[in-house]
T-cell receptor, first 114, second 113 residues
Framework: NAGVTQTPKFQVLKTGQSMTLQCAQDMNHEYMSWYRQDPGMGLRLIHYSVGAGITDQGEVPNGYNVSRSTTEDFPLRLLSAAPSQTSVYFC?????????????FGSGTQLSVL | LAKTTQPISMDSYEGQEVNITCSHNNIATNDYITWYQQFPSQGPRFIIQGYKTKVTNEVASLFIPADRKSSTLSLPRVSLSDTAVYYCLVEAGMNTGFQKLVFGTGTRLLVSP
């Protein structure tokens, strides 16, 4: 059972480039989300989805785009990378949408924007 | 959701018991306390959740006093592999709508030989 799979693990971009961080889960979870983690900042919610076709913004959505065409996949797109987007990105999923969310996290993508 | 406050860091030695206290003064009647653990270079993982009194599992114990304004995560006889960041969260219980979980900066636990 793979759980939550994120690719790539590492990525270096130049300012202005675009790319997509992939996230897939095989647990049939309705809820999926993206967090970024910066030193001293904890985890901050970027975007989330409560089911296929439904997405919404979190705390820090600017510069990122998401879509949820299937239950399994929730890609995060950087439209025009900026150095401020250098961070570690985590994807998480949960079976529950309401009430308790026992989140399952992927192993992260370390992104550097030069 | 209630704001949580926990120490930024703690140090311990192998074999000692570690207690990490989290303050959540504005916790609501329907709220539960949840703890996550994050090892270096990994995503957080759920370790324990409770409402009141004491909850114990294979990883940790969670103590919640009657007023529920704080909670204590207890790790018995820590080892080097318990070095991690521990996050305390407050979540609304069942029969509530969707909520965005807020992870603060957590408590960085360093276990030394």
């Amino acid at each position: 059972n793979a759980g939550v799979t994120q690719t790539p693990k590492f990525q270096v971009l130049k300012t202005g480039q675009s790319m997509t961080l992939q996230c897939a889960q095989d647990m049939n979870h309705e809820y999926m989300s993206w967090y970024r983690q910066d030193p001293g900042m904890g985890l901050r919610l970027i975007h989330y989805s409560v089911g296929a076709g439904i997405t919404d913004q979190g705390e820090v959505p600017n510069g990122y785009n998401v879509s949820r065409s299937t239950t399994e996949d929730f890609p995060l797109r950087l439209l025009s990378a900026a150095p401020s987007q250098t961070s570690v990105y985590f994807c998480a999923s949960s079976f529950q949408v309401t009430g308790f969310q026992k989140l399952f996290f992927g192993s992260g993508t370390q992104l550097s924007v030069l | 959701l209630a704001k949580t406050t926990q120490p930024i860091s703690m140090d311990s030695y192998e074999g000692q018991e570690v207690n990490i206290t989290c303050s959540h003064n504005n916790i609501a009647t329907n709220d539960y306390i949840t703890w996550y653990q994050q090892f270096p270079s990994q995503g957080p993982r759920f370790i324990i959740q409770g409402y009141k009194t004491k909850v114990t599992n294979e990883v940790a114990s969670l103590f919640i006093p009657a007023d529920r304004k704080s909670s204590t995560l207890s790790l018995p006889r820590v080892s080097l592999s318990d070095t991690a960041v521990y996050y305390c969260l407050v979540e609304a219980g069942m029969n509530t709508g969707f909520q965005k979980l807020v992870f603060g900066t957590g408590t960085r636990l360093l276990v030394s030989p």
